[in-house]
Structure formats: structure tokens, C-alpha cells
């Protein structure tokens, strides 16, 4: 049973690859504007799912430069106007339109789409590097740290990483919103661990280690080896960081940008991208989903 | 024709990654500036700061009339800002936007709270009980960001924008 539902999953995403490529982007891109930050939808940002769903619906409009360049339009604007309220993914989507609106005027030429990806991917994970050392709270491990203690959806590595109790993590959280609502701005300790702390130093470097090695395996042809190795750089990260911190956009705009910039000819690549972001939904959100089972059996 | 051709070609394989460079510079420009969130403004800053704009707050100070001093809360359940304005003042604290949130209270009617000298601003229209009105003579309005060290394990907040005042 299980084995016939691989071989049929196999033979999908065989089916999905042989297509034309430029189509299959396309086609990812369109779900992601459509699907991405449903969870808490503003309604500024209807116009564009409406449309990134009605060119889903209808074939012809998928190829259509006319709806590129709408939809590219509608993010633009909506970005500009609520510049502030975005986060990271969001702008990276936008941009990652505005490539398809561009292409659109060549035949969604590959050439341009995986130009345009592989310079996006770098450039993103340089200014992440370039922001890390310039917070001045990344490097001695402060920032790994509080995220940890007082963010929710870091309980799980702060549990089992950390040896944190579930009772010491509510604390900090109810102390943290303590401060925010009487305005207590003086310093207050928080529950934490000597493990922890170590913890956050050694992941703050393997965090710096991984996102420069990528900036520079996407950005720069040399060292040659590092170059074609770009995709494991890119695919590693995806896989420790999100598995962890489940941003589902954030993984998707990166797979999609990856597979597009990932050369047809190397299949397991492609197909490795492609797994990775149509089951998304099973595999990001497993991790936390154990550990939460787990605890609440204990 | 040639030029032409050249312009095509520098425009779809640089305007979005140029575009993308000069963002990312303008956010880091701000946040060094007027105090933007490192969390927001296109400058890929998440995950390497822990001034995260919900984690922010405004901070009023307020001198009645009479000359005490007091707070008003214009965060937790006070009426006042919409979700939008609060997330905006609070993620790019710029000192027109300040200034506004200073007008808004200076004018606002504030009900006591729950905690002594703190008083909650609210809109005219959601000031259901008709306490005894609060009369203010200026308002100083400052956003504050959290700071955390790994050494001390202790987090507190420093103001991150001017502190900005509002006379009557």
C-alpha cells in the first residue's frame, strides 16, 4: 500500500518535472500569492490572491504577460502603501513576481527567471549575514537565546535542546507580557539554563556559518566546487532552520527560487526541491507536532 | 538599436535584484536612523534582533491640568489606536507619527485604570463611563524597544525614539 503510494508519488512529480519548466514555476508561484499569509489576511492583499486564483483557474492567463505585470502591480502597490507592516517573505515574493513580470516579455525565458532567482537567494542571505553582525545582540548568543525563552514557537528547542521545564517557559512568557503591559521597563531575569546558554552560542555560529556560506555559494562563481554545491547549501538550511522554526512563506518563496534557479539537467535537485515544497505541509510543521504530542502524553 | 538591446538586458537581469539591494540598504539606513524595527522594512534583519515591533512600546507620560503626573496606556485594551496605527508608531517610530499619537491623547478622554496614576486613553465614541474628565497639559510620547543580554539573562527596555511633547 504504502509502497504504491510512493511509486504514484514518484511518477507525479516526474510528471510535474518533464513539463516545461517556466510553466511549472509559474504555476508554484501563483499557489504561493494565493495561499501565502491566509492565516491572517489583510484585506488590501485580496485583489492579488483573487487574481493569482483566477490565473491558476484559467491556463491561458498563467502565461499571460498582462496578468504578470497586474499582479506584479498589486503587490508593488500594496507593498509601498504598507511598507512597515511587512516582513521579509513578503517583500521576497514580490520580488520574485516582479521576475515573472519581467520574463513574461521573453517567453518566461529560464535563463532570466534562474538569473534573477540565484541573485534574489544570495542577496538575502547576505543582508541576513550583514544584519547579524551589525544588531550587535547575534554574536554572543543573546538573541538565539531570548528567542528561545520567550518566543512560543521555540519551545520545543528550548525543551529538548535546552532542558527547559514547559512551567519555567510560561513564566517567562507571563513575565515578558507583565513588563509590556505595566510598562516595568527595568531589568528582570528570565528562566533559563546553563545549557541553554551554551546552546545558543554554538547554534548563533553554525546560523552565521550556514546563511554566509550560502550567500556566497549563490553569489559568487568562486570557489568554483562551493558554487555548484549551492543547492545543498540552500536545501540544509531549509531543511534545520524551518523544521525548527516552522515560516511555511519563507520556505516556499526559497524552494521555488531554488528549483527555478536549478539547472533542468540535475533531476535529484529538482526533484528534492519540488518534494520539498508541495509536501511542506506534512514535514515543516512534524517536528513541533511530535514534540507537542510528546508533551502532552508526559 | 544596440542601446536599446543593452537596456533590455541590464533591466531584466539587474532592476529586481537592484531594486531588492536598494531597499535593503534604505532599511538598515532607517534603522539606524529613526529607529525602524529590524524585523520589518525589507532589510532581511528577522532572526538576528530582538526588537521586534510587537515587542515594543509607546510609553505616554501626561501632566494634568491640576500638575500630576501620570501615565496613559495607550496599548494594552485602550481604544484609542487602531491595531495598524499602533503596529506602525510602534515599528517606525518617526516623530510625525509621535506627534500625532500625542494630539490624539492630549484630546482623548481617559478613564482610570486598574493600576494607580494610569489612566486609559479611548476613542468618544468607546468611553462608556462617564468619570470626571482628565484634564492634560502636555503629553510626552517615546517608544522603547527591549534590550537582552545572554551574560545577565535580563531583558529591559531603552527608549528607542526621541521622547516627543505635546502642550495643549
Sequence with gaps: MIRALGSRWLQAVAHWL?????????????????????????????????????????????????????????????????WWRLVNHEYLITYWVLVCAIAAFNQFSLKILAWNARLLIGLCFLFATVWKFIGGEYLDGSFLQLTFLADPRLAMGATWLGGIAETALQDNYSRLLEMQTTAALGPTPL?????????????????????????????????????????????????TTYSVIPVFSFAAILLLMGLAQCPTRETFKSALYLNLFVLMPLWLPLPQAVFYLLRQLT | ????????????????????????????????????????????????????????????????????????????????????????????????????????????????????SVYLAETSESAAIASAPVCLQTVTVQVWRPHYRRRLNQIWYAPVSSAIEVQL
Design chain 1, 18 to 82: 518533464n513539463q516545461p519548466r517556466h510553466l511549472l514555476i509559474l504555476w508554484l508561484t501563483a499557489v504561493l500569492v494565493t495561499l501565502q499569509g491566509l492565516d491572517e489576511l489583510y484585506l488590501d492583499q485580496l485583489p492579488e490572491k483573487l487574481l493569482a486564483a483566477l490565473m491558476l483557474s484559467v491556463p491561458q492567463m498563467l502565461t499571460s504577460p498582462i496578468a504578470w505585470c497586474g499582479l506584479a502591480g498589486l503587490m508593488v502597490g500594496s507593498d509601498i502603501f504598507f
Design chain 2, 1 to 116: 538599436m544596440f542601446q536599446s538591446a543593452s537596456l533590455i538586458w541590464l533591466l531584466q537581469r539587474w532592476a529586481v535584484p537592484g531594486l531588492m539591494m536598494a531597499i535593503a540598504v534604505r532599511q538598515i539606513v532607517l534603522a539606524q536612523t529613526v529607529g525602524l524595527s529590524a524585523w520589518h522594512g525589507g532589510g532581511f534583519g528577522m532572526f538576528a534582533s530582538v526588537d521586534r515591533d510587537e515587542r515594543r512600546l509607546i510609553k505616554v507620560e501626561a501632566m494634568t491640568c491640576d500638575g500630576r503626573q501620570i501615565q496613559v496606556d495607550v496599548q494594552s485594551s485602550s481604544s484609542l489606536l487602531s491595531q495598524a496605527e499602533r503596529t506602525r508608531v510602534m515599528t517606525v517610530p518617526r516623530e510625525d507619527l509621535l506627534h500625532s499619537v500625542g494630539q490624539k491623547v492630549l484630546t482623548a478622554p481617559l478613564t482610570p485604570s486598574d493600576r494607580p
Design chain 1, 191 to 239: 528562566n533559563s539554563s546553563p545549557l541553554l546558554s551554551a546552546m545558543s552560542v554554538v547554534l548563533s555560529y553554525w546560523t552565521i556559518l550556514i546563511e554566509g556560506i550560502t550567500a556566497i555559494a549563490f553569489l559568487s562563481p568562486w570557489p568554483s566546487g562551493l558554487f555548484r554545491h549551492r543547492d545543498v547549501c540552500l536545501l540544509l538550511f531549509v531543511i
